[in-house]
């Protein structure tokens, strides 16, 4: 459940995620990511090297304000900073030992759902099962109904 969890934890984020339109959705992951690199701060289980990484995991965060490869370049940022506190010993939540291992499970699938777009999944999953959002607005715009 160590390794499980996370990874699961990954996936529902990117499906909330999903609920957001678009550019609304890039923009807000760029803020939840930049929230992310800041996360350590309180800690201060690195000393000024928190400020570091917490000012260049920002400005990655900054350029995916426009490009979701720069919000997944930085979720694999905020990755190697997890694995550098679970190395360490200083997790991200102080009374879970293995928080930060987790952070670190789970922050690469984001920054892969990140770097195929941040695609909806919701979408994605009603293309498999129906017509999607998009496909079902051309249909009532154009007068055409379809047939489940």
């Known amino acids: 459940m160590t390794y499980l969890a996370p990874i699961l934890v990954g996936v529902v984020y990117a499906l909330v995620m999903s609920?957001?339109?678009?550019?609304?959705?890039?923009?807000?992951?760029?803020?939840?990511?930049?929230?992310?690199?800041a996360a350590y701060l309180s800690g201060g289980g690195l000393g000024g090297w928190e400020f570091l990484a917490t000012a260049a995991i920002t400005y990655?965060?900054?350029?995916?304000?426009?490009s979701w490869t720069f919000i997944g370049i930085a979720w694999l940022m905020h990755t190697a900073w997890d694995v550098v506190h679970h190395a360490k010993g200083n997790p991200i939540i102080p009374f879970a030992h293995d928080s930060s291992l987790g952070c670190a499970i789970c922050d690469p699938v984001i920054a892969l759902w990140c770097f195929r777009g941040g695609p909806s999944l919701i979408d994605f999953v009603r293309g498999r099962v129906g017509p999607t959002r998009s496909e079902r607005a051309q249909d009532v715009g154009s007068g055409r109904v379809r047939s489940s």
């Open 60 to 66: 990655v965060a900054y350029l995916g304000l426009e």
């Open 19 to 37: 609920l957001i339109r678009e550019p609304h959705r890039r923009r807000f992951n760029a803020i939840m990511v930049a929230g992310a690199g």
